[in-house]
Nanobody, 118 residues
Framework: QVQLVESGGGLVQAGGSLRLSCAAS????????MGWYRQAPGNERELVAT???????NYADFVKGRFTISRDDSKKSVFLQMNSLKPEDTAVYYC????????????WGQGTQVTVSS
């Protein structure tokens, strides 16, 4: 079992930056692929970025060059540095932990609101 708690959301002007953090507890952390997803009102949840246990990253096209995902396994944490924010980045951002091996595990945090004003 993994519990995920996001922090770092808030209100920022367009062009500004925010850094989201996700702290995990409860189980082995370094085996999980960690990810950030977001959901805007009326929209489906969408992938923002992922980072594997080996450090391989993947980004949605709409954040490439602006957002950076990283992880610190010693702190059981994953981060999302968001630069050059746009109003369309406004959404609830969710942390995800995923493991596909002999068993399948998938966990979500409660989300943190990011609002970008124009």
């Amino acid at each position: 079992q993994v519990q995920l708690v996001e922090s770092g959301g808030g209100l920022v002007q367009a062009g500004g930056s925010l850094r989201l953090s996700c702290a995990a507890s409860g189980s082995i952390f370094n085996i999980y692929t960690m990810g950030w997803y977001r959901q805007a009102p009326g929209n489906e949840r969408e992938l923002v970025a992922t980072i594997t246990s080996g450090g391989t990253t993947n980004y949605a096209d709409f954040v490439k060059g602006r957002f950076t995902i990283s992880r610190d396994d010693s702190k059981k944490s994953v981060f999302l540095q968001m630069n050059s924010l746009k109003p369309e980045d406004t959404a609830v951002y969710y942390c995800n932990a995923n493991y596909r091996g002999t068993n399948y595990f998938n966990y979500w945090g409660q989300g943190t609101q990011v609002t970008v004003s124009s």
